[in-house]
């Protein structure tokens, strides 16, 4: 059974789940719609109040029933019954892994394209332009993304300790030193402070309904919640010497809090290279997805050093994008792995990184022919397939994975509950109760406009 080695190891891969496209490229352009500082706090009181039950039902069931999202809910529950939780989890991430090698992927091209100087000189218009050209390249496209997931599933070819649990703590430290140097250099920039007090003061009368649901939404997104990511990264945590209930609670209560601590200076740190810029140059802050691909590099223009900039922020988002497809593959990896184990031909990882890289090429490839119009018929319901997958995994896959393990533990397993404290087991077991699945529920009919 494959392992990590320590402690940190499993810290840092699950922060490195955390920490992606959704962190650094979503929650600046989320917040700059949401009006800065006041979505900021909502944002971090959900994370600890929602998201921190979430994240700790996952690790708990990882690590009680020591499986992956394939098994472990059989094992806890010792029936077939929950067996539809494992497959709509292993469906959400193949899914997402579809289109989130191709949003990789871009930060590849763009990291590449800053290196060759290709952004110098141009303008808000140009670089508009430029995207457009890129989103209807194929070609390049698939390139790309294939580069992805052939990095991604070299990590993967390695066993956990050597591949993941290595890589992360190397990328890690790097990524959090990248950014505290980037929000550094934005912070003396003329103006800057005007992004800082943006981010950082908080103007209640922003709080609508509708943003509170967004700040829920988005939280559970970066924390990588729903999808048997940190089930299975449970199920890896190493044995201790002292494996008595309460020193398991401990230490999955400690990794939790400290992947959140991690999350949200992460995403702060985001904030803090994005406004002070945007800010600075007198660009709007609210400018939507957009924000990362076409404005940030409009700015970087008229920073001090273009090229060195654009290049370590988009190398920055390559980094922090491939440490999530790696927990993403890794999902379907040990699924395989633990599926075939009970069949005549158990697969080993090689032959499942094989299969699950394939899948990837594939299904990646499907998503950019169809959202790029080259193959016209590749679409559902009038959408292309990239929003297709995008929608469905947000907006409805994940919030039922997440309500489904709620439930799962709330009412049907006391095994997998906290234990060790009655005041924190009482709390937890109401949130995992009826808290937690409520809130889901009404993202869930907010997000198909019931309201
Ligand atoms: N948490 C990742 C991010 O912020 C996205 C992700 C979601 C990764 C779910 C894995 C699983 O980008």
Redesign the pocket.
Known sequence: MSSFSSKIGVLLAAAG???????IW?FPYVVGENGGGAFIILYVVCSLVFGLPLVMNDFLIGKLSGKSAYGAFRTLSGNNRWQWLSCLMIIT?TL?TSF?FVVTGWCFYYMVEAAMNTFAGMDAEALTNFFHTFEHQPTTMIIYAFIAIFLTAAVLWFDVNKGIERLSKILMPMLFLMLIAMAFHMAFLDGGTKGLRFLFEPDLSKLTPKVILEAIGLSF???????G?LITYGGYMPKEQDESMLSQEKNVVSTSVQMIVLVLFVSLLAGMIVFPAVFAYGFSPAEGPQLTFVTLPNVFQHMFSPTLTSVSFFALMCV??IT?TI??MEVMVAFICEASGKTKQPLNRHQSVTIVGVIQLITNSLCILSMTGSVSWLTIMDKNLFDAANNLTTNIL?PIGAMGTSLFTGWFVPKARYQSSPLVSFIYLMMLRWIVPIVILIIFLESMNVF
């Open positions: 789940s955390a920490v992606g496209l959704g962190s979503k991430v997402l989130y997104f970066t924390l990588s919640i729903g999808l990511i922090a994008a999530s927990s993403l994940i």
